[in-house]
């Protein structure tokens, strides 16, 4: 599994066990395949893991999960941000900086459209106790964690536990802080495990750390923005199970906001589900919107 990347140089650990770290290098044959954090790959050469030597990556094997981004919504080029992780968690600060409900509707939609489990995770419960800010998402089954530093973080661990969890969120809202809260030496886990340049983490790029207790973080830099030019709204519905059959039925081009837009939208014709899919437009008009940032 690779578990850092760093200009040319990839840290893997071999059979996922952070015990044999090695670092590898690109083969040619593969020319500019991206290769990125959380990737299993094939590997050959020296596997020793000692000081100065490279294997060789031959093979990507292919992706369970991907979640990707664009700059914003206008830019034709996806970025993939980790692959293979099961869980996302969308790490929010209640205040300094106030919650954005678009950021997070916005990452829901990449998880479920490139396969991860979506988690709100709150963080600054000190500063905004009686927020509201997690109702707005009540009718969306999210699971909702709150990863302060006065908050327990049992909670958070048991999430996590024998889990691959991508951490998400805007500078300055605690996500490193969460991260050095469930691996208290995290700096120094990152430089044993990717053996790539000094071995410490700076958040200027993706990179995979063990938890003691088992599973992986898959940590990300802060983001300004999440564009989402590469997702339709199909690729939305067709991750809530109960719904995605009911679009079949919709007319070439339907948006699935509902009317005026979209007249004869086959959502509409499902009484039962009637908020959840109000949620879900809401999920959906994020596609449609610059509330982002």
């Not at 200009?7 to 059979?15: A, I, Q, T």
């Not at 992706?63 to 980790?82: G, K, M, N, S």
């Not at 939208?265 to 009637?274: F, G, T, V």
Request: charged share 25%.
């Amino acid at each position: 599994m690779v578990v850092a990347v760093d200009r040319g140089r990839w840290g893997c650990v071999l059979d996922g066990d952070p015990a044999r770290p090695i670092v590898a290098m690109r083969a040619r044959e593969l020319g500019r395949t991206p290769i990125v954090v959380g990737d299993e790959v094939d590997v050959v050469g020296d596997l020793s893991g000692r000081t100065d030597t490279l294997a060789r990556i031959v093979r990507v094997t292919d992706r369970r999960t991907v979640l990707r981004r664009t700059a914003d919504d206008t830019d034709p080029f996806e970025r993939i941000v980790v692959a293979n992780a099961t869980q996302l968690f969308i790490v929010v600060a209640l205040a300094d900086p106030p919650p954005r409900t678009g950021f997070v509707e916005r990452t829901m939609v990449a998880a479920y459209a490139g396969g991860l489990e979506p988690i709100l995770c709150l963080t600054k419960h000190d500063l905004a106790a009686e927020s509201e800010f997690a109702a707005a998402f009540d009718d969306l089954d999210l699971t909702i964690v709150y990863g302060g530093t006065d908050d327990p973080i049992q909670p958070v661990r048991d999430l996590l536990h024998e889990r691959s969890t991508c951490f998400i969120g805007h500078s300055g809202v605690g996500k490193s802080t969460l991260v050095n809260r469930l691996v208290p030496e995290a700096d120094r886990a990152v430089g044993v495990v990717s053996g790539v340049g000094k071995g410490k983490h700076t958040s200027t790029q993706s990179v995979a750390i063990p938890l003691p207790e088992g599973g992986w973080v898959f940590d990300t830099p802060g983001v300004r923005s999440f564009g989402l030019a590469h997702i339709t709204p199909d690729d939305v519905i067709a991750a809530f199970a109960d719904l995605a059959a009911a679009i079949e039925d919709c007319p070439r081009g339907c948006t699935h906001l509902g009317p005026p837009a979209d007249p004869e939208c086959a959502l509409d014709q499902l009484p039962d589900k009637e908020r959840r899919v109000e949620a879900i437009r809401l999920l959906l008009t994020a596609l449609n919107t610059n509330d982002q940032y």
